[in-house]
């Protein structure tokens, strides 16, 4: 049986979380407890955070995970049964929005805002200027947000860049000291020994074959260096997931 797409499968619950809000609303006499289940929804959050490991002030959820339904289910549950649009909660959705897009893919999100509007359109399908205005005000900061989001990727996608650069070049700078190391204090004496036994017509030809042996042994192991340093970095790059994988999502 095929994987569902993580981007696939986290719209699902997204859309799953709404709709869940959406069928308790109807139960008038739930609504009462509306900050109860909004605190109990944050405090579930928090216990999957910690489990997780995670730090106290990492508050934003893991990409692709429950964490954000959670989250959407507890603000929309909350805005929902305290008035929706006329919600003293409403300017919530706001911060429901940084998560939700912060966590999730721009498909994903955008996917999300439309369920959203859908589901506060259904608890007041008769709308006045106010109302039209507050459910607008969703996409406008969803669309800021979005923008905010890209270009936080790129300056990040920047800064990993440059991190690997600096980290190759640095690798090089080694590389480059060890072999001059190598040079000045191996290759070059055991050339200089080579230039004196051959001038030296006493010296047996078995001392001098050594010493090319000697020499040889040791570029060889030079060479194997090299070569295990550059098959490291080829599976390192074979390895490496591309920036952007997380960010495409083929469907909503």
């Given at each position: 049986m095929q994987t569902p797409h993580p981007a696939k499968l986290q719209s699902l619950m997204l859309l799953g979380a709404i709709l869940l809000a959406y069928v308790i609303l109807h139960f008038p006499a739930l609504h009462a407890y509306s900050l109860q289940v909004f605190t109990g929804s944050i405090a579930l959050f928090f216990i999957l955070k910690r489990i997780k490991r995670a730090k106290l002030w990492h508050i934003l959820p893991d990409k692709m995970s429950l964490e954000v339904a959670i989250l959407t289910f507890a603000f929309v549950y909350l805005i929902g049964a305290t008035g929706n649009t006329h919600s003293v909660f409403y300017p919530l959705s706001y911060v429901h929005l940084f998560f939700l897009i912060f966590s999730s893919t721009p498909f994903t999100s955008i996917g999300t805002i439309i369920f959203l509007l859908l589901f506060h359109y259904a608890q007041e399908p008769v709308?006045?200027?106010?109302?039209?205005?507050?459910?607008?005000?969703?996409?406008?900061?969803?669309?800021i947000l979005l923008f905010a989001k890209k270009q936080y990727d790129e300056v990040h996608l920047k800064e990993v860049t440059l991190e690997k650069e600096m980290k190759n070049l640095d690798e090089t700078v080694q590389r480059e000291a060890t072999l001059e190391h190598t040079i000045t204090t191996f290759i070059k004496p055991k050339l200089a020994l080579l230039k004196k036994l051959i001038s030296d017509p006493n010296e047996p030809k078995e001392m001098i074959v050594k010493q090319v042996v000697l020499l040889e042994t040791e570029l060889e192991k030079?060479?194997?260096?090299?070569?295990?340093?550059?098959?490291?970095?080829?599976a390192a790059s074979d390895e490496k997931v591309p920036a952007n994988a997380q960010t495409t999502d083929p469907e909503l």
């Open positions: 709308l006045s200027a106010d109302e039209i205005g507050a459910l607008l005000s969703l996409p406008v900061i969803g669309i030079i060479s194997q260096r090299v070569q295990a340093i550059g098959e490291k970095k080829d």
